[in-house]
């Protein structure tokens, strides 16, 4: 286990705070019972990281890279974020797992952990 076991990061932008989209209200819910004071587990550290753009996102990412075993990032399909504006998803290597996903699995960061991509899929 790496030093940081059981942490969930949450990167968002002041414009994702005032947002009332209704994955962001999803997203919260899911997360209230992580977030400090919550009594469902005690062991996990929940932290959010504010960030402006994709750059910022990146370099937060990569900060934090060797510190932890697994690292789960959701995918979205066209959809463009404040947290991932300013990056060009036409140079991933890897195009099916998104930006942040092949950024996290390029031969620039120390590979000491597992990368988990998940995409929740829509029923019609």
């Known amino acids: 286990m790496r030093q940081n076991a059981n942490t969930v990061v949450r990167f968002i ?8 989209d209704w994955e962001k209200v999803l997203d919260s819910e899911v997360l209230k019972d992580i977030k400090p ?9 929940y932290t959010m990281e504010m960030v402006n753009d994709g750059e910022e996102t990146l370099s937060k990412i990569q900060s934090m890279a060797g510190k932890h075993d697994l690292i789960i990032v959701g995918r979205r399909n066209n959809v463009e974020t404040p947290q991932t504006s300013c990056l060009d998803h036409k140079l991933s290597e890897f195009p099916k797992l998104r930006i942040v996903g092949n950024f996290l699995v390029t031969k620039d960061l120390p590979r000491r952990y597992s990368v988990l991509v998940v995409q929740q899929q829509l029923t019609t």
């Open 37 to 45: 004071g919550s009594t469902i587990n005690e062991r996990l550290k």
């Open 13 to 20: 932008t002041k414009k994702s705070e005032i947002s009332t």
